[in-house]
């Protein structure tokens, strides 16, 4: 994913600059039915290239824009990621969601999140701790992998302390077998 | 009668302006037929103004929960002295008591009372011991009573008692979604709660210094754990630690001058001992798996910890000095939350079997284990100092309860809260 995402970033780079070249060579060349034919193409194309440069320069220059854009990405994409029994294996069904928030990330490197463990309630309390740290850290591993700067990424544990559910069954252990991403 | 206990209560409460009701309240649920059969007859008083607690009622309950012990009830006494010398050893025979122990309160006239008790041996018809006098103001009637239960037990068993030690311990009240948390010591019979600490966010792993004075705890703060430790006395806070990760399971050395715990500043979870003065760590633990839980041994020399370097959490020993490993269980699934009998002889463990976590006692000798508790979702176990019971977390029909086991398994005992979930029970060391 992540291999995809900057191959397209480099080819809007590639395209950007190439038609720049091109618009240069355009105005330096005097054929009207050349600049007519180029410009053409070249306004609808440098267009959609301003688009893109501009989405990627504000990353830098306009964070405001960029996270108005790029919140859009995150309508609707999940924040709570749940786990096996004593296990820290990122699901597959994850993966999708987390792709989203990694693309987030990378295009909004001020943005920062914390990836909050949980366990259910079997167990002793701080090895719970341990648990939800580790459930923390796989997602963490997941995101860095995606590209996304560990330094906007802190995890933290509350072990079992924070239950979502409150029955003493399968089901209720489930959903508190979590992580939550929390943006700051 | 009833009514006089009303009113002493409410004269308590004036007092110590704390409930005089006790929040946890003790059912003995299952006992030895092994046990030492002891009459507590109600202590003799003449005053005109009630008594702000019933003495002999207090170490009566002492006695019944120690393990060790089977109290006469009351409604069969034959006779009711306050005295050696108007003891009818007859009368106690005829009932099977071992043992009686009388007394008498006495007003002072200074504010004071005097608190006068004697133990006898039915069958030698003597006093065990001298007779004994103690001048206590009435704030202090409940301290007197566990004073009694501590000196009775000892001369009966020759270990010393643990009535007059406190527990520390965790509630979560109200609303299941948003509760308030409270750090609570209480007496070892759950009277007199105090909070400690009490906040909106998670607090957990209350530990004592081995002098008492000093506990440290976790507590959730902005939604970040941290280490704290606050003196009893006056309640002076100190932030410890407020390290990225983990910062948890603090543990109290022998000298009191150390915290072992639990950081994952380095990645992940590894025990670290803390000097409180110099603010020097020093990293015990180096491992890829999860390391935590530390406990010392009574002697400092070593740190017990759970790991689960093995593959299932088991627990391990660290060596403080050349940092040397080596694991210390092999019974069940798994083993994790260990601590030490003071005499270093058992490790109590929370052990998982058959997808059931049970209080499990190993003997450091012979490596014989034994399940103590048949509860469920056990956890949390915490040895009174003089290494006779056990105190644990428990959850009944839904509710964290408190719950107390022997350590040879025989005598249990609940302390349900009136309201809200109970956890995290740490049972102080000797305050003297």
Redesign the interface.
Known sequence: MSVTKLGKFAVIGLSAAWLAGCSTTASDSDTSSMTSEGSEASSTDSTYAAGEDGSLNSVIVDDQAAAQTSADLLAGVATVFYFDFDKSVVRPEAREALAKHAQFLMENPSARIVLEGHADERGTREYNMALGERRAKAIMRYLTIQGVPAAQIETVSFGEEVPVAFGHDSSSWQLNRRVEVRYE | MKRNILFALMVACLAFALPARAQLVIEITSGSDQLLPIAVVPFGYSGASPLPEDVAGIVDADLQRSGVFETIPRANMLSLPSTSENVFYRDWRLLKADYVLVGSVSNNGNGTYRISYELLNVLTQARVGKREALDVKPSNFRDAAHFISDKVYEQLTGIRGAFSTRILYVTAEGN??APTYKLQVADADGYRPQVIVSSKE?I??PSWSRDGRKIAYVM?RN???SIFIQELATGKQQQLTQF???N??PAWSPDGKKLAL?L?KDN??EVYTLDIATRQLERMTNHYS?D??PSWEPDGNGIIF?SDRGGN?QIYRVDVRTKNVERITFEGELN??ARLTPDGRYLVT?Q?NDGN?HVALQDMNTGRVQVLTETY?D??PSIAPNGSMVMYAT?DR?KGILSVVSVDGLVKYRLPSADGDV??PAWSPYFN
């Open positions: 299941k979604a998670p957990l792993s959730f939604r970040r754990p990225r990760g983990l948890g399971a639990v994952s992940n979870p999860i935590t839980e759970t959490p994790t939350r929370v998982k976590y979702l956890e949390s959850s839904g956890r995290e």
